[in-house]
């Protein structure tokens, strides 16, 4: 062989393939990341999103635990001013109740909701 032609079996010094670095710990952890954040792209989408009716049942469900309470203190409130009248009305202090109770209950609701959303992400991270 002449010295001008390259020898196919030795590797060439300036190869910018052979001078990268090795991979160190933030390369190991992007790709853990990337890996990690794709694993759950694909349970996302075997799983399916939620449909509109998942949405209007949960509007539902929260509208539903705000307007029973409130309907029913009214209704006991109402009931309490006919065969019990007094100097005070019951009906709208009894309607405020029922309301503040109702919204405790879907607040509530939602913050379980939320809270077990959060705990599958973490899951689904780890």
Request: glycine share 12%; charged share 25%.
């Amino acid at each position: 062989m002449t010295e001008d032609a390259p020898n196919p079996a030795d590797p060439n010094p300036a190869d910018p393939k052979l001078d990268s670095p090795k991979p160190d710990r933030a390369d190991a952890a992007f790709s853990g990341a990337v890996s990690r954040k794709a694993a759950r792209k694909i349970k996302a989408r075997r799983g399916g999103a939620p449909g509109v009716w998942f949405g209007l049942g949960v509007m539902g469900l929260v509208g539903w635990s705000v307007a029973v309470p409130a309907l029913l203190g009214a209704a006991l409130g109402g009931w309490i001013d006919r065969n019990h009248p007094g100097a005070h009305p019951w009906t709208l202090a009894l309607l405020m109740a029922g309301l503040t109770i109702g919204c405790f209950i879907a607040w509530h609701w939602v913050a379980r909701q939320d809270r077990d959303m959060h705990d599958r992400t973490e899951e689904d991270d780890a």
